[in-house]
Nanobody, 125 residues
């Protein structure tokens, strides 16, 4: 059984930074692409960033240049470093694991079959 646990959310002022972590248990972490998604109140969940098993990354246009995704396979952990935060970044952030090994990243929710419980990020203006 695969479990993903996010941490690092919180309240931050606009312009500030936060680093989210997602630690996985079960499965071979290093072989899977990992993604971050977010869902703001009253909105659909949206793609934020993803990193492949080989380290290739892709980002939503709204966070490019401000967010950085990385992974530490020795710790079974994926990170999302968020900088220059804006009030519109306020959301519950979820990490997810891709549904197959050794495949590229995807921005589609359907490509991920394991999800964490989410961590709240609130950016005040």
């Amino acid at each position: 059984q695969v479990t993903l646990v996010e941490s690092g959310g919180g309240l931050v002022q606009a312009g500030g930074s936060l680093r989210l972590s997602c630690t996985a248990s079960g499965g071979t972490f290093s072989r899977y692409a990992m993604g971050w998604f977010r869902q703001a109140a009253g909105k659909e969940r949206e793609f934020v960033a993803a990193i492949s098993w080989s380290g290739a990354t892709n980002y939503a246009d709204s966070v490019t240049g401000r967010f950085t995704i990385s992974r530490d396979n020795a710790k079974n952990t994926v990170y999302l470093q968020m900088s220059t935060l804006k009030p519109e970044d306020t959301a519950v952030y979820y990490c997810a694991r891709r549904n197959n090994i050794l495949v590229p990243t995807s921005s589609y929710e359907s490509a991920y079959n394991y999800w964490g419980q989410g961590t709240q990020v609130t950016v005040s203006s």
